[in-house]
């Protein structure tokens, strides 16, 4: 536990400091103080609880101790956090906190912590209740989101179903893998995956447990077999049907999940064309290729708002950055993150690319538009703007459908919300070119 409880401290603190994801905060932590993998497993839920309840610890911490946060070291802060989110959240029983305390004593030294010794033992004995000042906020605490986008996610949806894709954020989401028949058989080995359970209605595609039962299969994962990929981006490439033979053009591609599969939906024939801006994500991208035997894929590194390319492709897929307003149980980091300003450009920055990229589609095939968040801004918006620009384009059936239609008459497009399909939030719009 000491170990464990020193990895997610410094991981807290490079989140909290440098701005960097879950993932990125925990390999840093870890490759300083080194850990074990059961070490790890258990820091990485310190960390993914602690940073998904954020608010409320913050909300209760002001109560409890007397300096605002940011007056106190980094360590000591992210321990304070983690302190709380076990005592008031977690609830975890007294004798255990007490071995925390102790541990954070031995990690963080006596006197680093004696100053604020009076208010660990208020975290350790009184249960806070919060206290909001609105409506909004209560909303905001008891879910753990940032108010902007309670209030965003409740204007959009109305309350009661608002408050259901809020409550649904403040526990995990399942995994999801694909057989990878580039590199095995299209059958799962169920002897590494013995938890496993096949999607209703989509061959090849597993719902696992959490991070918790990967790690038993992770050989297989490493070898290509199977390649980690949401449930509902699975169903965005099936939607988009590439077969072998065609030409793809893979839009935003990096770190390369739908073009891998697309490789494998084609056999491995024909011709993908993957787009990204990010050197460092199209090194990533490029691992991703050899991992799953993927030989079809050409990288091309270009600013996909002013795509130059000699090209008329079979399938166009624009996968753009955006707010992952879909992907916050996964990866509560990212609710803090985005703001409404950055919402805003974001949009900007995905219509300019689906307008750009739209150029490549032959005429009589289809465009492939999804991204990971579930506000109609990113998604409805930019389509409703993009076909009133493009007369050539209509929206088109999707198979297979699984998830819910679209807003604002968009009934057409598939979107998925994780308290309803169990997966990432998320849309997928199907434009058809004349
Ligand atoms: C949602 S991710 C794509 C995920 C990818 N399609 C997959 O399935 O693995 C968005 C990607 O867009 C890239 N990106 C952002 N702005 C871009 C731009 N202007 N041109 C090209 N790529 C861009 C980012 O580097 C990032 O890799």
Same mark, same amino acid.
């Given at each position: ?6 990895v ?24 300083q ?22 608010n ?7 109560a ?18 983690? /302190? ?5 959240? =977690?609830?975890? *029983?007294?004798?255990?906190? @007490?071995?925390?305390?102790? +541990? $954070? ?28 000042q ?23 949806f ?7 894709i ?21 059958? /799962? ?5 013995? =938890?496993?359970? *096949?999607?209703?209605?989509? @061959?090849?595609v597993?719902? +696992? $447990? ?17 390649v ?7 169903v ?80 166009v ?84 459908f ?20 169990d ?12």
């Amino acid at each position: 536990m000491k170990n464990s409880l020193a990895v997610a401290i410094e991981a807290l603190s490079w989140m909290a400091y440098e701005g960097v994801g879950e993932r990125t905060a925990l390999f840093r932590a870890s490759g300083q103080l080194g850990a074990t993998h059961d070490e790890l497993r258990q820091a990485h839920r310190i960390i993914m609880e602690t940073t998904r309840f954020r608010n409320r610890i913050e909300h209760l911490t002001s109560a409890l101790v007397p300096d605002s946060l940011e007056h106190i070291p980094h360590g000591v802060q992210s321990f304070l956090m983690i /302190l709380v989110y076990l005592s008031q959240i =977690d609830q975890l *029983e007294a004798r255990k906190l @007490q071995r925390v305390v102790s +541990l $954070g004593r031995q990690i963080l030294g006596w006197r680093e912590l004696h100053p604020y010794e009076e208010a660990i033992g208020r975290i350790l004995t009184k249960q806070n209740s919060i206290r909001p000042q609105d409506e909004t906020e209560r909303v905001a605490l008891e879910t753990c989101h940032p108010m902007w986008f309670a209030r965003r996610v409740m204007s959009v949806f109305g309350r009661g179903l608002g408050l259901q894709i809020l409550k649904r954020n403040l526990t995990n989401v399942p995994l999801y893998v694909r057989v990878n028949p580039l590199k095995s058989s299209s059958h /799962l080995d169920q002897q590494k995956f013995r =938890d496993a359970v *096949e999607v209703v209605g989509i @061959q090849g595609v597993w719902r +696992l $447990g959490h991070l918790k039962t990967l790690s038993q299969q992770q050989s297989a994962v490493a070898a290509g077999e199977v390649v980690i990929q949401d449930l509902s981006a699975i169903v965005a490439d099936l939607v988009a049907c590439p077969v072998a033979g065609n030409t793809v053009l893979d839009v935003c591609s990096a770190p390369g999940n739908k073009t891998s599969h697309c490789a494998a939906l084609m056999g491995n024939e024909g011709r993908i064309l993957s787009v990204d801006l990010s050197s460092e994500r199209m090194l990533q991208w490029n691992r991703e290729m050899t991992r799953t035997g993927c030989l079809i894929a050409e990288a091309v590194m270009a600013d996909a708002r002013r795509l130059e390319l000699n090209v008329e492709a079979d399938v166009v897929i624009v996968d753009p950055p955006c707010s992952n307003s879909g992907v916050f149980a996964k990866n509560p980091s990212m609710k803090w993150r985005i703001t409404p300003s950055r919402l805003n450009s974001l949009a900007i920055r995905q219509f300019t690319i689906l307008q750009s990229s739209a150029r490549y589609v032959r005429r009589g095939s289809n465009l492939i538009y999804c991204t990971c968040s579930i506000l109609p801004e990113e998604n409805e918006d930019v389509l409703i703007d993009f076909l009133r620009r493009n007369p050539d384009f209509h929206m088109t059936r999707q198979q297979p459908f699984l998830g819910s239609p679209g807003l604002k008459g968009l009934d057409l497009c598939q979107r998925f919300y994780t308290h309803l399909h169990d997966c990432n939030g998320y849309f997928i719009a199907k434009l058809h070119r004349d």
